[in-house]
């Protein structure tokens, strides 16, 4: 049997970077997912007469030590008068109530009102089905990977806001 001349072998060239149009659609289907997630959970908590946004302030303000509108708007993404109408609206359906810090009574807080002591765990279970079926079908390689990648993204998103 005749052998293969052994060619020399290309070296490997480094890829080159993302494209534009590549950039665009990546911006383009995070911007869809988060739109279909946000859907999705909006549906599952309007039984509970709040948005998915609501409902990651009550969580939030149940994890943090001394829960701010400003430190807890900057986790939510949304700016101060965003914040200002979502605790209005969670202030109302007595789900949250404004306090003082008591470290420093210049700052306002969070606080959990009745009704959300009875709701809160509920919420949970929600966002894990959202994230089991937007999982669905990954291994557990596939999801390291995009996790490792979302953080890149969202710290690249990051620097975007800072300029």
């Known amino acids: 049997m005749p052998t293969r001349p052994s060619w020399p072998q290309k070296p490997e060239r480094p890829q080159p970077p993302a494209d534009v149009r590549d950039e665009e659609a990546v ?18 908590f309007e039984n509970h007469g709040i948005t998915s946004q609501q409902a990651a302030l009550l969580l939030l303000s149940r994890l943090l030590r001394e829960p701010s509108p400003m430190r807890m708007a900057r986790r939510l993404g949304t700016d101060a008068a965003g914040m200002t109408r979502l605790l209005d609206r969670l202030e109302r359906k007595q789900f949250i109530a404004r306090g003082v810090s008591p470290d420093d009574r210049r700052l306002v807080v969070v606080e959990l009102g009745p009704r959300s002591k009875r709701l809160l765990p509920r919420l949970i279970p929600e966002f894990r089905w959202a994230e089991k079926g937007l999982l669905d079908g990954f291994n557990k390689t ?22």
Request: proline letters at 0%; zero cysteines; glycine letters at 2%.
């Open 27 to 44: 911006s383009t289907l995070v911007f869809h997912l988060g739109r279909e997630l946000r859907t999705a959970l909006d549906r599952r």
């Open 142 to 163: 596939e999801v390291d990977d995009l996790n490792k990648v979302l953080r890149r993204l969202l710290q690249n998103a990051r620097r975007l806001n800072e300029s």
